[in-house]
């Protein structure tokens, strides 16, 4: 079956714009996360949604950075006037049961210039 | 939350086993340790996990240490396809399953 998706695949922004990530979940994951990546780094773990309930935003690093997933299926990360270190990879992930496997899309690849 | 460490980066020979070690002297009682991998411009993929005991898949092999403060995958041989970054990550359910990625050891595998 179809894995996560994620859309864009790119994005370049200009400095202070608006962006909007999309992550479309496997068909009845319940938990859904984002991370960030930035070059040669690991992912670093941003949110987590169980269904439409968002459980935990302490990653998230500061309010410019909002997630949603108003009906428990797919999920938007949107980032407001971006700077240039909001350029990574923004991943999201999600898994069937608790101690299910996550399973990544392949990411969006924010540049801000 | 608790910490890993695994080597930068290692070098094998296609077709030969690789042991990739990962230490975690503070795991809990209730953690589990997970295997990742992350190959070039993709999102990371599951490889393997467990608790106490020796764990095998179609992937791989997980050796845990019998006081659990280190353990090390084994991918039995080698290919070309196994290059990537592999990441040792311990999770536990207190965090949501809430999984924290580390740097992680770049495997490099030589024809």
């Known amino acids: 079956g179809a894995g996560v998706s994620q859309s864009p695949r790119y994005k370049v922004a200009k400095r202070g714009q608006d962006v909007a990530l999309r992550c479309d979940p496997i068909?009845?994951?319940?938990?859904l996360f984002w991370y960030q990546q930035a070059l040669g780094q690991g992912p670093e773990f941003l949110t987590y949604?169980?269904?439409?309930?968002?459980?935990?935003k302490s990653g998230l690093p500061s309010d410019r950075f909002f997630a949603e997933r108003p009906e428990g299926s797919v999920s938007t990360l949107k980032i407001q006037r971006t700077q240039q270190e909001d350029s990574a990879v923004y991943l999201c992930?999600?898994?069937?049961?608790?101690?299910?496997?996550?399973?990544f899309g392949n990411g969006t690849r924010l540049t801000v210039t | 939350d608790a910490k890993t460490t695994q080597p930068n980066s290692m070098e094998s020979n296609e077709e030969e086993p690789v042991h990739l070690p990962c230490n975690h002297s503070?795991?809990?009682?209730?953690?589990?340790i997970h295997w990742y991998r992350q190959l070039p411009s993709q999102g990371p993929e599951y490889v393997i996990h467990?608790?106490?005991s020796n764990v095998n898949n179609r992937m791989a092999s997980l050796a845990i240490a019998e006081d659990r403060k280190s353990s090390t995958l084994i991918l039995h041989r080698a290919t070309l396809r196994d290059a990537a970054v592999y990441y040792c990550?311990?999770?536990?359910?207190?965090?949501?399953?809430?999984?924290?990625f580390g740097a992680g050891t770049i495997l490099r595998v030589k024809s």
């Open positions: 992930a999600t898994l069937s049961e608790f101690w299910a496997p996550l399973h």
């Open positions: 068909s009845g994951h319940v938990s």
């Open positions: 467990g608790l106490t």
């Open positions: 990550i311990l999770g536990n359910m207190e965090y949501g399953n809430k999984l924290v």
């Open positions: 949604f169980q269904n439409e309930a968002q459980l935990d």
């Open positions: 503070t795991i809990s009682g209730t953690d589990y």
